[in-house]
Structure formats: structure tokens, C-alpha cells
């Protein structure tokens, strides 16, 4: 068994409202409003990096959860923005974290790479001990600011998501849990030579089939009701697919915590600074069921059921 | 109902907008479908016709024009 035991966060300083966008992609703040959500997003200094970026916001995870770096088995870390493929951030964040021999793992997955973290940290859990999952992006250096790509320019941000895993205690159990990947319509949305590129009327018709068909499996398999659970942590891709999400499971859309107007879509690093924040405005104990869900490169999609502890 | 009236009657539903666009007349570029309205589109069009689209042939591209849906549809059936 594994628990959700703390979550953490970091997001670069600089702010970019869409009226700072707005001229270079010919497009009103408005408009980028309308068919996002968004309202403002992070983009990172130039001597930030995906390294630089997930190092805190695991370091914000570790000082919540009460633990030190040496208490870790293993560290994964979803990126699909970092400057280097190979080695990816994994390594170097551990090392900056003090650490020389824990495994630290790379999950070159956008968007859906933090849902897939959680997901094998669940299952690693029992076996390594505790294990932190980082989401961390700088999608603003993967991004055209042109009027020709304004569809995919106005939607990302940057940031750093943590979430630890534990074997023996946390706010939550991990009760189930379903990822699927199919490979048909991976050029609807992947990343190359450090350029992000994405057909964004197929992304949205499928994930917004995708991701309500993993929810209601494990709803269903689990026989939870959509409405008995306490919230809903997706992936902020655009407030208007989670809007859509949530009808199509049928649960109020209060339910689904959005931050997407303040950071925009930061690509994996979104679950898990969606979570943290939705977790540091909790004022009781959970008292019902929580479910993660995500959509992304791949395609490659799933959801996650933590129920209290 | 001819397949192209039922087609359009869709869209137009699923859009709110009464236009009516050419047989070949890309209905992004005429600003009928964005990206949210395909979806509904789809759907729109899988109950209209009693037809499952499957997932791989989520594509922007066979959805792009009601002549494209029409085949589209007649190749399912």
C-alpha cells in the first residue's frame, strides 16, 4: 500500500499577463481569456532551469512532509522541456538535493508525466521506500511567440510540481490507480529539437474522451459515485476542457480545483502544483475520496484514487 | 433527411450559429468549428447517426469540411 503523504511547489518569479503577449501573437487579452482560462502565466528567468526550477519545488515538498533528502528510495522527475535529453533532470536534481546514490529517473513525458510518476511511485513505494515525484517544465523556450502558433503560445507557463509517495503514511492511500498509452496519434502533440508542437483540435477531442472514460473506470471498478468525491485534480490544460471533463463525469464543477488562470498550462509540473495548492487550502481532513487524472505526449493518459487515511 | 442536411443540422445545433457553410468549405477556416466545438460536433454526429467513432479517427482533418463528414459517415456504415 502507498500514501499521499505531501506535495510541494515552485513557480519562476516573473509574471506575463496576456496583455504582454497579447501584441506579438495579434490577439486581444481577451480573446486569450475566452478560449483558455488564462489569465496570467510564469515564465522562468534566463538562469532558471528545469533543474533549478524542480530542486525547489522538491525541496518545498521535503520541508512539508518533515523528511530530509536521505530519507528517499528513489526520486522520478517528468520533464519534456529540459535543455538535455539524456541524462535528463533526474540525476542533477538529486545531486542538488545531496544525494549520490538514490535512483533518480527521467519520465520524458509533457503533460501526462507527473500522473505517470505518481502512478509508478504507488507501486515502487512498498518495495524503495518513499518516493518523490517532481514535475517540473520551462515551456516558454519550447514556444513561438508568432501569431502563427498564438493557439499554442498563449497557453504555457512555467513551473515545478512535488508530490512524495510513501509506503507506510500519508493524508490519503493510493487505492487505484489506471494509465493506458497509444502511439496511433502520438504527432498530435510531442516535442523536437527542444520545439513543442501541437494539433490542438485533435488533443482536445481526445483527451476530452480520454481523460472522463480513466476517471469512471476507476469510479466505477471502485464503486465510488462521481459526486461522493472531494475533488478532482486534473492536468490544467485549458479551463474549458476541465469544464467539459466535468460534465462528462457528471460532478459538479466546483469540484475540479482549477489554478490554470494564474500559471497558464506548465505541462507536467501542472497536477502537482494544482495538488499542492488545492492541498494548502484544505482547512479539515480529507473526508472524501481525490482523483488525479491527466492527459498527455504519447498520448498517454490515466487517472489515480486516493481515498482518506 | 439527405445525409448532408442531417450534417449540417448538426453543426448547426452544436454551434448555435445558422450558417450554412459549402459542401467543401473548410468549417474551421469559416469559423464554425473550433477545437471545443468538434468535440461536440463528433458527439453531435455519433448520436445523430448511431455511430461509435473510434478513437483513431479523432482527426481534425476528417471532420473538416461536410462533404469529408459525409464520406466519412458512409464508410462506417
Redesign the interface.
Known amino acids: 500500500m502507498s500514501y499521499l503523504r505531501a506535495f510541494g511547489s515552485s513557480v519562476p518569479l516573473r509574471r506575463v499577463g496576456n496583455q504582454e503577449i497579447a501584441q506579438l501573437l495579434n490577439v486581444t487579452p481577451n480573446w486569450i481569456f475566452d478560449?483558455s482560462g488564462i489569465e496570467e502565466r510564469h515564465y522562468a528567468a534566463q538562469e532558471d532551469t528545469v533543474i533549478s526550477i524542480g530542486l525547489l519545488a522538491a525541496q518545498d515538498c521535503l520541508q512539508k512532509a518533515g523528511i530530509t533528502a536521505a530519507d528517499l528510495g528513489m526520486i522520478l522527475v517528468a520533464s519534456g522541456s529540459s535543455d538535455r535529453f539524456c541524462p535528463g533532470p533526474a540525476s542533477k536534481i538529486a545531486a542538488g538535493l545531496g544525494l549520490d546514490t538514490t535512483p533518480a529517473l527521467d519520465l520524458p513525458i509533457t503533460s501526462a508525466g507527473a500522473l505517470v510518476g505518481l502512478t509508478l511511485a504507488a507501486q515502487l513505494a512498498p518495495s524503495v521506500g518513499r518516493v518523490l515525484v517532481i514535475g517540473a517544465e520551462i515551456m516558454s523556450r519550447c514556444i513561438a511567440l508568432t501569431p502563427e502558433e498564438k493557439?499554442t503560445a498563449i497557453l504555457f507557463g512555467d513551473g515545478a510540481g512535488a508530490a512524495l509517495v510513501d509506503a507506510n503514511s500519508g493524508f490519503a492511500r493510493i487505492q487505484d490507480s489506471c494509465l493506458f498509452t497509444?502511439g496511433?496519434?502520438s504527432e498530435i502533440l510531442f516535442m523536437r529539437n527542444e520545439q513543442f508542437h501541437m494539433?490542438?483540435?485533435?488533443?482536445?477531442?481526445?483527451a476530452?474522451?480520454?481523460m472522463p472514460r480513466a476517471i469512471n473506470l476507476l469510479l466505477s471498478r471502485n464503486q465510488i459515485e462521481a459526486n461522493a468525491v472531494e475533488a478532482f485534480l486534473l492536468h490544467q490544460a485549458n479551463l474549458?476542457?476541465i469544464t467539459?471533463v466535468a460534465a462528462a463525469v457528471k460532478a459538479p464543477q466546483e469540484k475540479f480545483f482549477t489554478n490554470i488562470s494564474r500559471y497558464g498550462n506548465t505541462s507536467s509540473a501542472s497536477l502537482l502544483i494544482a495538488a499542492d495548492e488545492w492541498f494548502a487550502s484544505q482547512t479539515a481532513a480529507l473526508s472524501g475520496p481525490i482523483v488525479f487524472a491527466a492527459f498527455g505526449s504519447g498520448l498517454t493518459w490515466g487517472a489515480l484514487l486516493a481515498t482518506p487515511y | 433527411m439527405e445525409p448532408q442536411a442531417r450534417i449540417l443540422e448538426v453543426l448547426q445545433r452544436v454551434t448555435g450559429k445558422q450558417i450554412t457553410p459549402g459542401v467543401d468549405e473548410s468549417l474551421?477556416a469559416s469559423g464554425l468549428?473550433?477545437?471545443?466545438a468538434?468535440?461536440d460536433f463528433?458527439c453531435g454526429l455519433e448520436e445523430e447517426f448511431g455511430a461509435t467513432i473510434p478513437?483513431?479517427d479523432?482527426?481534425?482533418r476528417k471532420f473538416d469540411t461536410i462533404s469529408k463528414v459525409e464520406a466519412y459517415l458512409a464508410s462506417k456504415s
Not at chain 1, 199 to 206: F, K, N, R, Y
Not at chain 2, 33 to 36: A, K, N, Q, T, V
Request: charged share 20%; proline share 0%.
Open positions: 478560449v493557439n497509444d496511433n496519434s494539433d490542438g483540435a485533435a488533443v482536445i477531442l481526445h476530452s474522451r480520454k474549458n476542457l467539459r | 474551421f468549428l473550433d477545437s471545443f468538434l468535440t463528433v478513437d483513431s479523432l482527426s481534425a
